[in-house]
């Protein structure tokens, strides 16, 4: 067999309304065309993200029931602190709400104006904080990385002569930190190789540059690589984790993701000193070091659910789980980003409806179709999210992709639902000459994506 069925039994069950074709007409048509503005129990299938939608195990809701809210020292920190130095390795854990306030609290006390940072490639919210300390975000993703059809195992993987030349440029004085994400979400959530973090290692080490990970789907690449590198089939996921955060002096971590559950993260690193100065911040803008914003039942949640993410039955079906669909999707044609990422299939909107120019939007037309058809939420991952503008003529300036990302929650949908919504894209791409583009009809001055109302052409 393939594709492996789901390696659990469904105990708790969610159930979800089914609407018909003229209530989601109706309802996107009040949302403004914008799939972030739908109630998401008009939904059927959500795949708008895999952050903090992933359904947790009988054991982590088990530990919920022994969370332990001391203000200080709950009995719940010490088990999640040693949970993450066994898998992890770093010596101090400071727990935070959400991953992007542990990148803001990374950053806030090591970024200064004109620093630059250099990732395979920046996720948002990291490049966001990035920028807000007034330094440079810098993607050096290898260039097969930024191809949808080139079919290299691991184009999550940094450019070592693109990371090099950054630092020779700026002076590693004006590089207080080297990033990699694993695996990497902005490019297709793409996995980054053992021999790639080594070489990334040793350049960090050559100049005296710290080196942490955006560990968020640091299990997923763990699988990646293990099933791709010679050396690691007979290793156990967590001896591949171990491995791969002993090249890095520290991470930060949205636990929203690998971490199984619903809300969560931290920052972890060797350096007394930064993880000092940090806490002292911690306890100013989330709370006391042994909860971070989170109460003692979240940390029971954590702890468990990252001893979960390192099961190999798990992973074998998550990541044969989304190859399922994107593998449905590309035997029938549709375009899509391969080889098929860890946490969601992208579909190529720009091949998918060429009739439909980028400055009409063509992957949120896609979006808006396959809610209107199929109750399923999507995400566009191009002109409508990250269009600039030309400061002389105010002309848009498309991105080099139009992507409708289908991101897959984690142990929530079934392989049957994966087939559903191959079926209605598959439905949808032999009319595709029938959908058209949007025009904005309001948009805020930045994140327009969120709050955009459209309107048919
Ligand atoms: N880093 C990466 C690689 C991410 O994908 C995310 C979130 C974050 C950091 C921030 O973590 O949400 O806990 O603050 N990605 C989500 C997504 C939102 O939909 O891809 P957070």
Not at 300 to 329: H, P, S
Request: proline share 5%.
């Amino acid at each position: 067999m393939q594709f492996p069925a789901e390696p659990f039994r469904i105990k708790v069950v969610e159930p979800l309304k089914i609407t018909s074709r003229e209530e989601r007409e109706k309802l996107i048509k009040e949302a403004g065309y914008n799939i972030f503005m739908i109630p998401a129990d008009s939904i059927y299938i959500d795949l708008l993200t895999d952050s903090g939608t992933s359904a947790m195990s009988d054991n982590q809701w088990a530990g919920l029931m022994l969370g332990d809210e001391s203000y200080a020292g709950s009995k719940n920190y010490y088990h999640f602190e040693e949970t993450v130095r066994h898998i992890f390795g770093f010596k101090n854990v400071i727990p935070t709400h959400q991953g992007r306030v542990a990148e803001n609290l990374l950053f806030s006390n090591i970024l200064k104006e004109g620093d630059v940072v250099p990732n395979n490639i920046h996720f948002d919210t990291t490049r966001a904080n990035v920028e807000y300390h007034k330094a440079q975000a810098i993607d050096c993703v290898i260039d097969e990385g930024m191809d949808p059809q080139n079919l290299h195992p691991f184009k999550g993987n940094m450019d070592i002569d693109k990371l090099e030349a950054a630092i020779q440029k700026y002076g590693k004085d004006r590089v207080p930190i080297i990033l990699l994400t694993v695996t990497n979400n902005s490019g297709g959530g793409q996995p980054v190789s053992m021999q790639n973090i080594r070489e990334v290692s040793a350049v960090a080490k050559k100049h005296g540059i710290p080196f942490f990970f955006d560990a968020c789907r640091f299990a997923e690449n763990c699988y990646f690589i293990k099933e791709r590198e010679d050396g690691y089939q007979d290793k156990t996921i967590l001896e591949i984790a171990q491995e791969m955060f002993s090249y890095a002096d520290g991470c930060t971590m949205s636990a929203k993701k690998d971490g199984l559950v619903n809300i969560g993260g931290f920052l972890a690193m060797n350096d007394d000193q930064w993880a000092q100065r940090i806490t002292n911040m911690l306890i100013l803008i989330e709370g006391f070091k042994t909860y971070g914003g989170l109460a003692g039942r979240d940390l029971e949640a954590i702890a468990r659910g990252l001893k979960e993410v390192l099961d190999e039955n798990y992973l074998r079906f998550r990541i044969n789980q989304t190859r399922f669909l994107g593998e449905m999707l590309d035997k029938e044609g549709v375009p899509i980003v391969k080889p098929v990422g860890g946490h969601a299939v992208y579909v190529d909107a720009r091949r998918f409806l060429p009739h439909i120019p980028p400055e009409q939007f063509p992957g949120q037309a896609l979006v808006v179709e396959l809610f209107v058809r199929a109750g399923i939420r999507s995400v566009e991952i191009g002109s409508l999210m990250m269009a600039k503008k030309d400061p002389q003529t105010g002309k848009m300036i498309p991105p080099k992709l139009e992507l409708v990302r289908l991101a897959i929650p984690r142990r929530v949908y079934t392989n049957m639902h994966m087939q559903y919504v191959a079926e209605a894209i598959i439905e949808i791409y032999r009319e595709r000459e029938k959908l058209k583009g949007f025009t904005i009809e309001y948009e805020a001055d930045f994140l327009r994506h969120f709050t955009a109302r459209l309107k048919p052409i």
